[in-house]
T-cell receptor, first 112, second 114 residues
Framework: DAMVIQNPRYQVTQFGKPVTLSCSQT?????MYWYQQKSSQAPKLLFHYYDKDFNNEADTPDNFQSRRPNTSFCFLDIRSPGLGDAAMYLCATSTGRSNEQFFGPGTRLTVL | DQQVKQNSPSLSVQEGRISILNCDYT??????FLWYKKYPAEGPTFLISISSIKDKNEDGRFTVFLNKSAKHLSLHIVPSQPGDSAVYFCAASGANFGNEKLTFGTGTRLTIIP
């Protein structure tokens, strides 16, 4: 089945220790998104790639970086996680021809 | 500044009755609206959408109504089933040309009582 896969599902890191979350897709979609969702809040877009073109949201902290080495994979790097970065991180894809987005199951990040 | 608002954090409905979930938005540039459903430990899944040129879109048990002048949309589920128990997110975007940012509401947790 075509899908969006996120690994790991649960990630624990220490304050200030870099962490990388990964997302892969078998949908062959052009666009990949990263969202942050904190408890009882709306998912918040961090950035997205249209093919190799990177688009950063204006209020995304510099602490968050992303890489998309190929169509299938996209990574979220948090350089120095703080306690406030503990959240669910959702990866999504879209074709680029419709606004409908397809989401992965998310990675829940805990910062100790 | 929350541009998409779901003012009811939770809703309980008897099985077989109608569930009505509401969503308000403030940005008049929004042109396309989507509803997503989310089960625990899963990502949101697309449910139904509506363009601003329509005021109603129906798909089986699910109907979305859009009142553009009031900047309000609602999702109707009839009849409600136990499997409909989930968190429902409303989202809004610019025109449906693709590659548009989605702005989400905070979600409404729907519980269907057997």
């Amino acid at each position: 089945d075509a899908m969006v896969i996120q690994n790991p599902r649960y990630q624990v890191t220490q304050f200030g220790k870099p962490v990388t979350l990964s997302c892969s897709q078998t949908l062959n979609h052009n666009v990949m998104y990263w969202y942050q969702q904190k408890s009882s809040q709306a998912p918040k877009l961090l950035f997205h790639y249209y093919d190799k073109d990177f688009n950063n949201e204006a209020d995304t902290p510099d602490n968050f970086q992303s890489r998309r080495p190929n169509t299938s994979f996209c990574f979220l790097d948090i350089r120095s996680p703080g306690l406030g970065d503990a959240a669910m991180y959702l990866c999504a894809t879209s074709t680029g021809r419709s606004n409908e987005q397809f989401f992965g199951p998310g990675t829940r990040l805990t910062v100790l | 500044d929350q541009q998409v608002k779901q003012n009811s954090p939770s809703l309980s409905v008897q099985e077989g009755r109608i569930s009505i979930l509401n969503c308000d938005y403030t940005n008049s540039m929004f042109d396309y609206f989507l509803w997503y459903k989310k089960y625990p430990a899963e990502g949101p899944t697309f449910l139904i959408s509506i363009s601003s040129i329509k005021d109603k879109n129906e798909d089986g048990r699910f109907t979305v109504f859009l009142n553009k002048s009031a900047k309000h949309l609602s999702l109707h589920i009839v009849p409600s089933q136990p499997g409909d128990s989930a968190v429902y997110f409303c989202a809004a975007s610019g025109a449906n040309f693709g590659n548009e940012k989605l702005t989400f509401g905070t979600g409404t947790r729907l519980t269907i009582i057997p």
